[in-house]
Nanobody, 125 residues
Framework: QVRLVESGGGLVQAGGSLRLSCAAS????????MGWFRQAPGKAREFVAA????????YYKDSVKGRITISRDNAKNTVYLQMNNLKPEDTAVYYC??????????????????WGQGTQVTVSS
């Protein structure tokens, strides 16, 4: 059973940067496509970014393109989310997730079957 643990969240001022990490245990991430989602208070969980198993193709929510980069190091069994020029509207709990082998898309949370516990990102104005 794959276990995912996020880290790297925190409090940052608008315009600042954070790098989130998602470390896996109990499974080899290199076999799977991975995604990052976020959930702000009172809002639904939303897609942020995804990356295929090899790292060769990535997908992003339109509003984060150019500011957020997803990457992975399969040798370290870890997926990253580099977030630059952060805005107050980026404030949320960020979750990494493993895409189900039966999935047909990348943006729907229902396409992912294992989730981390989340890490809080707070951006002050």
């Amino acid at each position: 059973q794959v276990r995912l643990v996020e880290s790297g969240g925190g409090l940052v001022q608008a315009g600042g940067s954070l790098r989130l990490s998602c470390a896996a245990s109990g499974g080899t991430l290199s076999n799977y496509n991975m995604g990052w989602f976020r959930q702000a208070p009172g809002k639904a969980r939303e897609f942020v970014a995804a990356i295929i198993w090899s790292g060769a193709i990535t997908y992003y929510k339109d509003s984060v393109k150019g500011r957020i980069t997803i990457s992975r190091d399969n040798a370290k069994n870890t997926v990253y989310l580099q977030m630059n020029n952060l805005k107050p509207e980026d404030t949320a709990v960020y979750y990494c997730a493993k895409q189900s082998i039966h999935a047909s898309g990348y943006t729907d949370a229902a396409e992912y079957d294992y989730w981390g516990q989340g890490t809080q990102v707070t951006v002050s104005s």
